[in-house]
């Protein structure tokens, strides 16, 4: 009669384990491999030092993108108050009958009911 080894588990086990084993070894890879591009140490509350990876911020904002958006569509505003809604459309017609780059500029341009608005309000301070 053969006696069940002590310690021994069955495969399914093992290759589990080794699974797990292998899901470790990466994360610690990633990490080690993120924080090649520096590191910040804190101190949590129960004053353990935990040292991770630098977060890597944007160097472009969310402010920035939103002040941009909001000046160019205030420049084609003044440009529909000051040439007219009428006239700045004629002029996006030979712009769409252009080369591929102006054309890209005519669908970037285009009167949008927000530009309109706002030629509408600077309108009267032009004139």
Do not use: N, W
């Amino acid at each position: 009669m053969p006696y069940p080894l002590v310690g021994a588990s069955s495969g399914f086990v093992m290759s589990e384990e080794r699974h797990q084993f292998l899901s470790r070894v990466r994360r610690l890879e990633h990490k080690h491999d993120a924080m090649s591009h520096g590191c910040s140490a804190r101190i949590r509350s129960d004053g353990l030092i935990v040292v991770g990876p630098k977060k890597i911020q944007s160097r472009i904002s969310a402010r920035s993108v939103v002040l941009f958006l909001a000046a160019f569509l205030l420049f084609k505003g003044f440009l529909i108050a000051s040439i007219g809604l009428d006239g700045y459309q004629d002029r996006l017609v030979k712009l769409q009958t252009g080369s591929v780059l102006e054309q890209g500029g005519a669908m970037i341009m285009f009167a949008d009911p927000l530009s309109q608005m706002i030629a509408q309000q600077i309108g009267p301070i032009l004139r």
